[in-house]
């Protein structure tokens, strides 16, 4: 199985280093010669059974182990909408100033911009417990995750 280095970075994310094949040093050797002290090896199976859509929580809990900061979890998937709500946006801007241009009522996209853009305040995010619960949190309008 491979092997890989991981440790916590300044900011609070796990670094997962993958040694090269060709560095002529054991993974213990570069670990110590690279990494920080404290920084631990493991299989990198570990690593693959983490959801990658959440790579940015990734953390080294305080056994060291790799996990998923829930607080970060939430705040990648408050990113992920915002990206999948901007060009919903952007299209409803259009549909918005031709409606207005042509005298017709504007109150259903006016209704429809304000949903998008409160949906990374909604309070089922900060109430999810787990990745499951986190990713149910989610629109049609926002098109696919």
Not at 11 to 36: F, H, Q, R
Not at 47 to 66: E, G, K, S, T, Y
Not at 104 to 133: G, M, Y
Request: overall charge neutral.
């Amino acid at each position: 199985m491979a092997k890989v280095i991981i440790y916590n970075q300044e900011n609070g994310i796990m670094a997962i280093s993958v040694p090269g094949k060709n560095s002529g040093l054991t993974i213990e050797e570069l670990a110590a010669k690279y990494c920080p002290e404290g920084a631990k090896i493991i299989d990198r199976a570990e690593i693959d059974a983490l959801d990658r859509n959440f790579r940015a929580a990734f953390v080294c809990n305080a056994d060291m182990n790799p996990a998923i900061d829930m607080k970060k979890a939430k705040d990648v998937w408050r990113e992920k909408i915002r990206k999948a709500r901007k060009p919903k946006l952007e299209e409803l801007d259009i549909q918005y100033m031709k409606a207005q241009e042509a005298g017709e009522n504007t109150s259903a996209i006016v209704a429809k911009k304000n949903k998008l853009r409160d949906f990374p305040a909604k309070s089922e995010i900060d109430a999810a417990s787990n990745l499951t619960e986190l990713k149910l949190v989610w629109d049609n309008d926002l098109g696919d995750k």
